[in-house]
């Protein structure tokens, strides 16, 4: 795939997987250990648990942008659980599929996990075959007709996804602080190739001046006058991606919104960092998840408008919040749906294995990371425990008028119609 800056293959690549690793080995015995539940007069007497069981062979496919992280990581949660796995890389990412191929077998248990290389036709083939479960990460278009597969079989399916991920900036915020973490989310996680990576910011009309300068301030301390001589901006992954997000900036509806960067070079597969001010929201840069170095900033009268700009698009995988006032922060949270949700920084959440990574709507279904992996690739069967004594006869023929009270009043706890009907009094 195309290069990555410096600092990105250690830390978000391998330093995130050998952390799950960690976890899953710190606390896989607790989390397979079954949870008491209590039980009620209606199966007295009787003890309850909950009793976690692996679903089965699960198959998994990857994404590019990430490829060993997003390999590795739902791995590490389906072994914890007790299944076995098919893993996909992404074809789109061809060294590390080869390496994961080569790899795998070296040091894994093959009767556990098996690679399998290729592209679409092996994809197709893979879908065909009966799962127990299918874990899939990338675009929601091929995410349907990854669960439209599953469907076929009732395989219960993970979706992760992506979306346009907004950033919500009010007056209140530090400005140097927030221009540094909204670039560190943006062009410092693979040059914006990331599903929780901000694709566009919303702030008040009077307060953009002053968040666009800091912006570009921080761009250039970061990344230098001349982007393309810069060793921590990734390039664009391939030819398709780099043409895709050239039409985006080429659409007519935004040749003219350009307010920073949008230098390119194709040869190298290297865009600049890029401004965009007020672009319209028919653009295709606001109706399609950009995935790339390019951000729009929508202008706004009123804070209270964010949340309406961003209802009316579907559903993020991550919402960002830059703001002082815990009133607006409370408001936000309370009327914003998405995956994840970050209050004064950008994509960290990601690296919080106590917290569930996942979409809602079109940014996908289900979660996974810590424990919450285990979970998806967990079945909790529900086991209740009986002996041979407390056997009441009323659960048995013939159904007389006085059984079938007693019978409703176990069901709906109702105690003092229960001991009316237990000495013959109506209630």
Same mark, same amino acid.
């Given at each position: 795939?195309?290069?990555?800056?410096?600092?990105?293959?250690?830390?978000?690549?391998?330093?995130?997987?050998?952390?799950?690793?960690?976890?899953?080995?710190?606390? $896989?015995?607790?989390?397979?250990?079954?949870?008491?539940?209590?039980? @009620?007069?209606?199966?007295?007497?009787?003890?309850?648990?909950?009793?976690?069981?692996? /679903?089965?062979?699960?198959?998994?496919?990857?994404?590019?942008? *990430?490829?060993?992280? &997003?390999?590795?990581?739902?791995?590490?949660?389906?072994?914890?659980?007790?299944?076995?796995?098919?893993?996909?890389?992404?074809?789109?990412?061809?060294?590390?599929?080869?390496?994961?191929?080569? &790899?795998?077998?070296? %040091?894994?248990? @093959?009767?556990?996990?098996?690679?399998?290389?290729?592209? #679409?036709?092996?994809?197709?083939?893979?879908?065909?075959?009966?799962?127990?479960?299918?874990?899939?990460?990338?675009?929601?278009?091929?995410?349907?007709?990854?669960?439209?597969?599953?469907?076929?079989?009732?395989?219960?399916?993970?979706? !992760?996804?992506?979306?346009?991920?907004?950033?919500?900036?009010?007056?209140?915020?530090?400005?140097?602080?927030?221009?540094?973490?909204?670039?560190?989310?943006? +062009?410092?996680?693979?040059?914006?190739?990331?599903?929780?990576?901000?694709? *566009?910011?919303?702030? =008040?009309?009077?307060?953009?001046?002053? =968040?666009?300068?800091?912006?570009? #301030?921080?761009?250039?301390?970061?990344?230098?006058?001349?982007?393309?001589?810069?060793?921590?901006?990734?390039?664009?992954?391939?030819?398709?991606?780099?043409?895709?997000?050239?039409?985006?900036?080429?659409?007519?509806?935004?040749?003219?919104?350009?307010?920073?960067?949008?230098?390119?070079? !194709?040869?190298?597969?290297?865009?600049?960092?890029?401004?965009?001010?007020?672009?319209?929201?028919?653009?295709?840069?606001?109706?399609?998840?950009?995935?790339?170095?390019?951000?729009?900033?929508?202008?706004?009268?009123?804070?209270? !408008?964010? &949340?309406?700009?961003?209802?009316?698009?579907?559903?993020? $995988?991550?919402?960002?919040?830059?703001?002082?006032?815990?009133?607006?922060?409370?408001?936000?949270?309370?009327?914003?749906?998405?995956?994840?949700?970050?209050?004064?920084?950008?994509?960290?959440? =990601?690296? @919080?294995?106590? &917290?569930?990574?996942?979409?809602?709507?079109?940014?996908?279904?289900?979660?996974?990371?810590?424990?919450?992996?285990?979970?998806?690739?967990?079945?909790?069967?529900?086991?209740? *425990?009986?002996?041979?004594?407390?056997? =009441?006869?009323?659960? %048995?023929?013939?159904?007389?008028?006085?059984?079938?009270?007693?019978?409703?009043?176990?069901?709906?706890?109702?105690?003092?119609? /229960?001991? %009316?009907?237990?000495?013959? +009094?109506?209630?």
């Amino acid at each position: 795939m195309g290069g990555r800056e410096r600092g990105e293959e250690g830390n978000c690549r391998i330093s995130l997987a050998k952390a799950s690793c960690q976890v899953a080995i710190k606390e $896989l015995k607790s989390w397979m250990t079954p949870q008491k539940v209590s039980t @009620n007069i209606t199966v007295f007497p009787s003890s309850a648990e909950i009793v976690p069981e692996p /679903l089965g062979a699960a198959l998994i496919i990857s994404a590019w942008n *990430y490829p060993f992280l &997003l390999s590795m990581d739902p791995v590490i949660g389906a072994i914890a659980a007790g299944n076995v796995v098919v893993l996909k890389p992404s074809e789109v990412a061809p060294a590390t599929s080869s390496l994961l191929a080569r &790899l795998i077998p070296q %040091y894994l248990d @093959n009767s556990a996990i098996r690679v399998v290389e290729g592209s #679409v036709a092996e994809t197709t083939s893979l879908l065909e075959q009966k799962w127990d479960k299918i874990f899939y990460t990338g675009s929601g278009k091929i995410g349907r007709i990854v669960m439209a597969a599953a469907a076929k079989h009732l395989t219960p399916v993970t979706l !992760e996804l992506g979306g346009k991920c907004p950033v919500i900036v009010d007056p209140t915020v530090d400005l140097e602080v927030t221009a540094r973490r909204i670039i560190a989310g943006k +062009w410092g996680c693979n040059n914006g190739q990331a599903c929780i990576s901000p694709d *566009y910011i919303i702030t =008040l009309e009077s307060f953009a001046p002053k =968040l666009i300068d800091a912006l570009k #301030v921080t761009l250039e301390k970061f990344f230098g006058k001349d982007p393309f001589q810069s060793a921590d901006l990734s390039r664009i992954v391939n030819f398709s991606h780099f043409a895709r997000l050239t039409r985006l900036l080429d659409d007519p509806k935004v040749s003219d919104k350009v307010i920073y960067g949008g230098q390119r070079d !194709e040869k190298r597969l290297i865009i600049a960092p890029t401004l965009l001010l007020d672009a319209p929201m028919d653009s295709l840069i606001m109706t399609e998840e950009i995935f790339g170095p390019l951000l729009p900033i929508i202008t706004v009268q009123k804070m209270e !408008e964010a &949340l309406e700009v961003v209802s009316s698009l579907p559903k993020p $995988l991550a919402a960002y919040l830059f703001t002082k006032d815990k009133k607006f922060e409370r408001q936000v949270v309370a009327s914003i749906s998405a995956g994840g949700m970050v209050v004064n920084d950008t994509a960290i959440h =990601l690296a @919080n294995h106590h &917290l569930p990574f996942g979409g809602v709507g079109e940014s996908g279904m289900g979660a996974y990371h810590g424990k919450f992996s285990f979970e998806t690739f967990s079945h909790k069967k529900a086991v209740l *425990y009986r002996g041979f004594m407390g056997d =009441l006869m009323v659960r %048995y023929p013939p159904y007389t008028t006085r059984k079938q009270k007693i019978v409703r009043c176990l069901l709906t706890g109702d105690f003092l119609g /229960l001991v %009316y009907a237990l000495i013959g +009094w109506n209630s």
